[in-house]
């Protein structure tokens, strides 16, 4: 192997539990749930699935909804959240670990490029990766695979030379589909959806150091 290609939003940082229940909040106040399998079908990538929260919100209710008073509201809260938020468990050991190895580095996120240049511009780790592609680089995001085939074409491997570190069902299916090895690695919210197309599961990054991974991918091929 000698690429690792890491997903974004709730692998390297959890955007996804405090965006879930941000939104959980503002469906409360009206009266109605959001339930986590249909937020789920957005999570890493929205590729095929016409689900949107404030639709969706107003099918519920039955009536428009102020969106534009929601959207301000619940981004307000949602940022101030992950100002505090540190890195996941795992993530800079990888790196180091990665970077000690020589392999090559890259972040593939479903997410567009100002919000991941910016969040690891903010967490110091912009450094280390030698590629990073995002919503703006490609005509579909998640569970399409073009966001991890540029990413391996844009560090010079070939997809089975690069193994995927993903948290969600849409990124897992996107890797699988580009041909990668796929690690799952869940957070609270995808922790309790189908992730069973990935080639390994860990509970987070720090359950297996990254030598023991490279091992066991090697004895898996």
Do not use: C
Request: aromatic share 8%; charged share 25%; hydrophobic share 40%.
């Amino acid at each position: 192997m000698r690429a690792l290609i890491f997903d974004f939003d709730g692998l390297i940082l959890d955007t996804e539990l405090p965006d879930y229940q941000s939104w959980e909040q503002v469906y409360k106040s009206y009266g109605v749930s959001l339930p986590l399998a249909k937020w789920g079908e957005i999570i890493g990538g929205n590729a095929e699935s016409d689900f949107e929260p404030h639709e969706y919100l107003e099918s519920l209710v039955g009536k428009p909804v102020d969106r534009e008073q929601i959207w301000v509201t619940r981004r307000k809260s949602y940022l101030e959240y992950l100002e505090s938020q540190p890195v996941l468990p795992g993530v800079i050991d990888y790196l180091n670990e990665a970077r000690r190895r020589n392999l090559k580095l890259a972040v593939a996120s479903s997410s567009p490029e100002n919000w991941v240049e910016g969040h690891l511009s903010r967490l110091e780790l912009r450094q280390y990766f030698d590629a990073v592609v995002t919503a703006d680089d490609v005509s579909q995001t998640k569970p399409s695979p073009e966001l991890f085939l540029l990413a391996a074409q844009k560090v010079g491997v070939n997809p089975a030379e690069a193994i995927v570190l993903e948290d969600s069902p849409n990124g897992i299916k996107a890797a699988k589909r580009a041909q990668m090895y796929t690690v799952a690695v869940p957070n609270p919210v995808t922790d309790q959806l189908d992730l069973s197309e990935a080639d390994l599961r860990l509970n987070s990054l720090a359950e297996m150091p990254l030598a023991d991974l490279l091992a066991h991918v090697e004895q898996a091929q």
